[in-house]
């Protein structure tokens, strides 16, 4: 897995479920994946420890770590372990 981005969470986030990572205004997220396909809206990235789905419209890009885009397909899901 390639880091690709790091941005700044412009508004505070809950996903619908725990495929989707939380994180408030202001915080640092990292990005590793951008999905293509139905859901070019999200990318999926990590919040301290915590990894998951998130809209790309709440973050603001501000360090790029590689030229390379990793695109996954929308079929391809991450799952929820308890």
Same mark, same amino acid.
Not at 37 to 57: M, R
């Given at each position: /897995? ?37 859901? /070019? ?32 397909? /929308? ?8």
């Amino acid at each position: /897995t390639v880091l690709m981005c790091r941005g700044k969470a412009m508004q505070d986030f809950k996903g619908p479920d725990c495929r989707f990572v939380n994180f408030k205004k202001g915080e640092a997220v990292y990005v590793y994946y951008k999905l293509i396909g139905k859901s /070019t809206e999200l990318w999926a990235g990590s919040v301290g420890s915590d990894f998951g789905y998130f809209p790309k419209d709440l973050l603001e890009i501000n360090h790029n770590y590689s030229n390379e885009e990793l695109e996954l397909p /929308t079929d391809v899901s991450l799952f929820c372990y308890f």
